[in-house]
């Protein structure tokens, strides 16, 4: 399932598992630049609609229909080249190319085979979240942990973490996406590093729906860190992971407003907000690296390493590569370059 995908975990306990488990999912689905904030410019395809999600969905499920998922996924690259709109929705619209490939193929193993990766492996996240909606709520709990194969010669191998993540997306969205109702479901595996990668899609698809499809029903404006302030402390590590991207939209993306932000979220979870910052930060940046050093530098010193971290992580697996990252790594100041390198090394080494 999801074959084609080439990145695979490589850990040496549970523990660093699940700590980079989190990082990975960040920098490799809620990092991507459908977060940054970009202005107009069409691609032609939708005229005067060119600002329109609807309209790219419905564009891009007709030519899943008529020339099959890869071709539907090269159409989105090419676009997203060309219209700032796309870019800044790519993941959100590959989730909707893989729904209609889910209903075009007919089988989720069949539709994992005409995908790719493009746009942070949204087009499988919107296979298994399709899936999942043809059952009834209590047929869940027991379907839910059938769905994703995990391989016996790498049990977290990346198109496995893919899967599960899905999940999170998925039982989101068939509860009207709210998280509160889709986060038990992914209690019912009994692996923490699938309970944590099927959190991220919970908290991922809250924030990814606002102004897409319509208002989350769990965000608050006038308390950007909700609902990662009202989740049980098991949840809260994977909701400041992604919680960042609508803090930044809340605060027009004044930086030094989202750092503040950070600091004053429960002390345990503060580095967690910086990589989330990070990540952000790499994203709308695109990658440039005196530009993401002169942004993450606005946070408090003790803990800006941990935002080269999510900038590092987020440009390997945004270039598939290390240039961005190297560039980083090489002008950050000295007391954080060990940090940065290690984490750009160890995102490197899942591609």
């Given at each position: 399932?999801?074959?084609?995908?080439?990145?695979?975990?490589?850990?040496?306990?549970?523990?660093?598992?699940?700590?980079?488990?989190?990082?990975?999912?960040?920098?490799?689905?809620?990092?991507?630049?459908?977060?940054?904030?970009?202005?107009?410019?069409?691609?032609?395809?939708?005229g005067?609609?060119?600002?329109?999600?609807?309209?790219?969905?419905?564009?891009?499920?007709?030519?899943v229909?008529?020339?099959?998922?890869?071709?539907?996924?090269?159409?989105?690259?090419?676009?997203?080249?060309?219209?700032?709109?796309?870019?800044s929705?790519?993941?959100?619209?590959?989730?909707?190319?893989?729904?209609?490939?889910?209903?075009?193929?007919?089988?989720?193993?069949?539709?994992?085979?005409?995908?790719?990766?493009?746009?942070?492996?949204?087009?499988?996240?919107?296979?298994?979240?399709?899936?999942?909606?043809?059952?009834?709520?209590?047929?869940?709990?027991?379907?839910?942990?059938?769905?994703?194969?995990?391989?016996?010669?790498?049990?977290?191998?990346?198109?496995?973490?893919?899967?599960?993540?899905?999940?999170?997306?998925?039982?989101?969205?068939?509860?009207?996406?709210?998280?509160?109702?889709?986060?038990?479901?992914?209690?019912?595996?009994?692996?923490?590093?699938?309970?944590?990668?099927?959190?991220?899609?919970?908290?991922?698809?809250?924030?990814?729906?606002?102004?897409?499809?319509?208002?989350?029903?769990r965000?608050?404006?006038?308390?950007?860190?909700?609902?990662?302030?009202?989740?049980?402390?098991?949840?809260?590590?994977?909701?400041?992971?992604?919680?960042?991207?609508?803090?930044?939209?809340?605060?027009?993306?004044?930086?030094?407003?989202?750092f503040?932000?950070?600091?004053?979220?429960?002390?345990?979870?503060?580095?967690?907000?910086?990589?989330?910052?990070?990540?952000?930060?790499?994203?709308?940046?695109?990658?440039?690296?005196?530009?993401?050093?002169?942004?993450?530098?606005?946070?408090?010193?003790?803990?800006?390493?941990?935002?080269?971290?999510?900038?590092?992580?987020?440009?390997?697996?945004?270039?598939?590569?290390?240039?961005?990252?190297?560039?980083?790594?090489?002008?950050?100041?000295?007391?954080?370059?060990e940090?940065c390198?290690?984490?750009?090394?160890?995102?490197?080494?899942?591609?």
């Amino acid at each position: 399932m999801a074959r084609r995908l080439r990145a695979i975990w490589k850990r040496t306990s549970l523990r660093t598992r699940l700590v980079s488990g989190l990082a990975l999912l960040l920098a490799a689905t809620l990092v991507p630049v459908w977060l940054v904030v970009l202005s107009g410019g069409g691609g032609g395809i939708c005229g005067s609609e060119r600002d329109s999600f609807a309209c790219y969905d419905r564009y891009l499920g007709d030519v899943v229909r008529t020339q099959g998922g890869e071709a539907a996924m090269a159409e989105l690259a090419r676009l997203r080249d060309e219209s700032h709109y796309v870019l800044s929705s790519c993941h959100q619209l590959s989730h909707a190319v893989g729904h209609a490939a889910l209903a075009y193929y007919g089988t989720v193993d069949e539709a994992s085979k005409h995908g790719d990766a493009t746009c942070w492996s949204g087009y499988y996240h919107g296979v298994y979240e399709q899936y999942m909606s043809g059952f009834e709520d209590d047929e869940l709990v027991s379907v839910i942990p059938t769905i994703c194969h995990r391989p016996e010669d790498n049990p977290y191998a990346f198109d496995y973490y893919n899967c599960v993540h899905g999940i999170g997306h998925g039982v989101t969205i068939r509860f009207e996406n709210d998280p509160f109702k889709g986060l038990p479901f992914c209690d019912v595996f009994e692996d923490r590093w699938e309970q944590v990668n099927c959190y991220t899609g919970v908290f991922m698809q809250n924030i990814v729906v606002d102004s897409k499809w319509h208002t989350s029903v769990r965000l608050d404006p006038d308390d950007p860190v909700y609902p990662c302030n009202a989740v049980a402390h098991k949840y809260k590590g994977a909701c400041y992971l992604t919680q960042t991207s609508y803090i930044l939209r809340v605060l027009d993306y004044d930086y030094d407003k989202a750092f503040a932000v950070c600091d004053g979220v429960e002390e345990e979870f503060v580095p967690t907000c910086y990589v989330s910052m990070g990540r952000d930060i790499s994203g709308n940046s695109h990658r440039e690296a005196k530009l993401v050093m002169k942004r993450c530098s606005l946070g408090r010193p003790d803990r800006q390493g941990d935002c080269y971290v999510g900038a590092a992580r987020n440009a390997v697996f945004h270039d598939h590569g290390t240039q961005n990252a190297d560039a980083l790594c090489a002008i950050v100041p000295a007391r954080y370059r060990e940090q940065c390198e290690d984490s750009r090394d160890n995102a490197a080494q899942t591609l």
